[in-house]
T-cell receptor, first 112, second 112 residues
Framework: EAQVTQNPRYLITVTGKKLTVTCSQNMNHEYMSWYRQDPGLGLRQIYYSMNVEVTDKGDVPEGYKVSRKEKRNFPLILESPSPNQTSLYFC???????????FGPGTRLTVL | DQQVKQNSPSLSVQEGRISILNCDYTNSMFDYFLWYKKYPAEGPTFLISISSIKDKNEDGRFTVFLNKSAKHLSLHIVPSQPGDSAVYFCAALSNTGNQFYFGTGTSLTVIP
């Protein structure tokens, strides 16, 4: 089954404790991206990657890092999480822009 | 600044009638426009897209209209069904093909 998987689905952590949210896709897509969804703000792109070892900032990259060492994986790293990073995070992959993106199920992150 | 805007947070429609969801954008350089549907506790699902050189695209019960001069697009769902009740996001793809911009979403309720 074609899918994008994210782990963990739920995470509660404390300020400053480094964390990684994993993302994997099995569709051989070159394009992958991360979003955060906040009330009243919709989905905002954090980072995207056009291919292995190629990443770029989206609209809200501050406080986040990503890496793309393999085509299928695109982890999101929060080196020093803060409460304003409490949000719902989505990973996505795409075969090409106009075909839209396939989204993962989301990761609900709470930073205390 | 929000480049893609959905000014109606919610919409209610009777089953069998037409649902019209609206979206405005500010950047005339967007290449493609897309609509996604999102159920609670799931990631968004791609519905339909339209190229900036077209003014209409149809897929079954879903039709997207693009008015470039007004920088406006709309999604028509005919006939509306209770299973269409969800949050609908409008999105735009930059002309570099790299970055997606999402609206804030419209919650559609189809009343049986």
């Amino acid at each position: 089954e074609a899918q994008v998987t994210q782990n963990p689905r739920y995470l509660i952590t404390v300020t400053g404790k480094k964390l990684t949210v994993t993302c994997s896709q099995n569709m051989n897509h070159e394009y992958m991206s991360w979003y955060r969804q906040d009330p009243g703000l919709g989905l905002r792109q954090i980072y995207y990657s056009m291919n292995v070892e190629v990443t770029d900032k989206g609209d809200v990259p501050e406080g986040y890092k990503v890496s793309r060492k393999e085509k299928r994986n695109f982890p999101l790293i929060l080196e020093s999480p803060s409460p304003n990073q409490t949000s719902l995070y989505f990973c996505a992959s795409s075969p090409g822009g106009f075909n839209g993106e396939f989204f993962g199920p989301g990761t609900r992150l709470t930073v205390l | 600044d929000q480049q893609v805007k959905q000014n109606s947070p919610s919409l209610s429609v009777q089953e069998g009638r037409i649902s019209i969801l609206n979206c405005d954008y500010t950047n005339s350089m967007f290449d493609y426009f897309l609509w996604y549907k999102k159920y609670p506790a799931e990631g968004p699902t791609f519905l339909i897209s339209i190229s900036s050189i077209k003014d209409k695209n149809e897929d079954g019960r879903f039709t997207v209209f693009l008015n470039k001069s007004a920088k406006h697009l709309s999604l028509h769902i005919v006939p509306s069904q209770p299973g269409d009740s969800a949050v609908y996001f409008c999105a735009a793809l930059s002309n570099t093909g790299n970055q997606f911009y999402f609206g804030t979403g419209t919650s559609l309720t189809v009343i049986p």
